[in-house]
């Protein structure tokens, strides 16, 4: 398995601001991680693929310039929420990709973010 | 492109009773159905996996089925708690290479003493 820690819980920030959100793995190098967001009283959608030492790949309808998403090494993924508005406030949260015959998704706690 | 739609979106019941939580994904080139429980505000915890090429997966009182055929998936939740009030997620993984996972729009269930 894989135990996957993503930092801060919550934040709140002011419109306008950036807010950067990491998801580390433990106890895995997880080349892949994917990135997920999930607004009130909705489903998780994924919103992109986090690959380590390239380009992310986004889902369709997602904005690359607005969330900026870096893999540089093999156990974090940071999530950056550029020129934040009030309409980006979800609850974003990351998975690791275990390439074993499982292929069983392990989550981070998630990150609830504000945009006042 | 995958579609994950769970039925019923909310559930409420009274203690001890057993349930039947509904999943049904149009796509049934899948690797693996999981379920997941979320309670609110908070992140997801893994209940079950249903590889593809398996029919059910039990643990405790929570036992979940797979039918790649028809596209379905259940979870059967037994002696309901109040402490299983949260709502629960069914989400496919692609058969292609990586885990990206679907969801569906999960059931809110809550348990009344």
């Known amino acids: 398995g894989a135990v996957v820690s993503q930092h801060p819980s919550w934040v709140i920030c002011k419109s306008g601001t950036s807010v950067k959100i990491e998801c580390r793995s433990l106890?895995?190098?997880?080349?892949?991680m994917f990135w997920y967001r999930q607004f009130p009283k909705q489903s998780l959608m994924l919103m992109a693929t986090s690959n380590e030492g390239s380009k992310a790949t986004y889902e369709q309808g997602v904005e690359k310039d607005k969330f900026l998403i870096n893999h540089a090494s093999l156990t974090l993924s940071t999530l950056t929420v550029t020129s934040a508005h009030p309409e980006d406030s979800s609850f974003y949260i990351c998975?690791?990709?275990?390439?074993?015959?499982?292929?069983?998704?392990?989550f981070g706690q998630g990150t609830r973010l504000t945009v006042v | 492109k995958q579609e994950v739609t769970q039925i019923p979106a909310a559930l409420s019941v009274p203690e001890g009773e057993n349930l039947v939580l509904n999943c049904s994904f149009t796509d049934s080139a899948i690797y693996n159905l999981q379920w997941f429980r979320q309670d609110p505000g908070k992140g997801l915890t893994s209940l079950l996996l249903?590889?593809?090429?398996?029919r059910e997966q039990t643990s405790g009182r929570l036992n979940a089925s797979l039918d790649k055929s028809s596209g379905r998936s259940t979870l059967y939740i037994a002696a309901s708690q109040p402490g299983d009030s949260a709502t629960y997620l069914c989400?496919?993984?692609?058969?292609?290479?990586?885990?990206?996972?679907?969801f569906g729009g999960g059931t809110r269930l809550m348990v009344k003493p």
């Open positions: 106890d895995f190098q997880a080349t892949t």
């Open positions: 249903i590889q593809s090429s398996q």
């Open positions: 989400a496919a993984s692609s058969n292609n290479a990586g885990n990206m996972l679907t």
């Open positions: 998975s690791v990709d275990v390439r074993d015959s499982k292929r069983k998704a392990f």
